[in-house]
């Protein structure tokens, strides 16, 4: 398998193209690093306005913190939960989510984040109901791990526009490459910024896939409609 050093660049000109459409984000929409962590788990499988009815109700609830989690039955998170969805498996997942928290690092967010970021990534894989995906969103907005995060937006963007070719019997990209291609299209970055550039880009791929980039594409007036007719080359190639 080799690479190609085009794609990365194309992939930072489509950041770059964002950017200039969309400014900044300021993502993670969430006050404190327990809601992103909430805000993870309830946007499986799900809208983030579903997942904006559940926070309200935990808001008012008194359990957008770790204490208010620790506080209230499962029963009761269940109910308070319902709107997002999956709120059966969800429950329990935050429930064990708290309890790694007290168990291993007592009861501090703040020293989970302190661990080595392979090490705790691997901690959390291991949790019921965290992926890949919800992982590396809990590690860049909630604990300030440089890690990118990929997700059905990102991957439709790669794939419509060629980025990485899809390999023999597959039919899409698997979630690894996507952060993979993304890692390395910002290696070049100095250390210190990689957190708020993989921090922006996710955000903008999330920016552009709901205006433009959903099921069906909506190339008219995509900021990343000049990309388009690059679609030759990609970042791997056998
Ligand atoms: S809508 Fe079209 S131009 Fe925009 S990101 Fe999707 S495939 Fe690319």
Redesign the pocket.
Request: hydrophobic residues 35%; glycine residues 16%; charged residues 20%.
């Given at each position: 398998m080799k690479r190609r050093s085009d794609p990365l660049r194309r992939l930072r000109r489509?950041h770059d193209a964002l950017f200039k459409a969309y400014g900044p984000q300021h993502w993670w929409p969430a006050r404190t690093p327990c809601e992103v962590i909430l805000g993870s788990y309830l946007t499986q499988n799900t809208s983030w306005k579903a997942v904006e009815r559940s926070l309200e109700n935990l808001r008012g609830a008194g359990a957008l913190t770790l204490d208010g989690l620790r506080a209230i039955p499962q029963a009761k998170l269940r109910r308070l939960i319902q709107p997002s969805g999956f709120f059966t498996r969800k429950a329990p997942a935050l429930k064990a989510f708290v309890a790694m928290v007290d168990e291993e690092f007592g009861g501090s967010l703040e020293t989970l984040a302190a661990m080595p970021t392979e090490a705790l990534r691997r901690r959390l894989l291991d949790l019921p109901g965290v992926g890949p995906e919800t992982a590396d969103a809990i590690l860049l907005y909630a604990l300030g791990h440089a890690v990118p995060v990929a997700d059905e937006y990102l991957r439709?963007?790669v794939e419509?526009?060629g980025l990485i070719a899809i390999e023999p019997g597959r039919k899409h990209i698997p979630y690894d490459a996507l952060t993979d291609l993304t890692r390395c299209a910002f290696s070049a970055a100095p250390a210190a910024t990689h957190a708020a550039l993989f921090n922006e880009f996710h955000a903008l791929t999330v920016a552009?896939?709901k205006a433009?980039?959903?099921r069906t594409?909506?190339?008219g007036g995509?900021?990343?409609?000049?990309?388009?007719k690059k679609t030759a080359s990609s970042f791997y190639t056998s």
């Open positions: 489509m439709r963007v419509r526009h552009v896939g433009h980039c959903g594409a909506k190339c995509c900021p990343l409609a000049g990309d388009l």
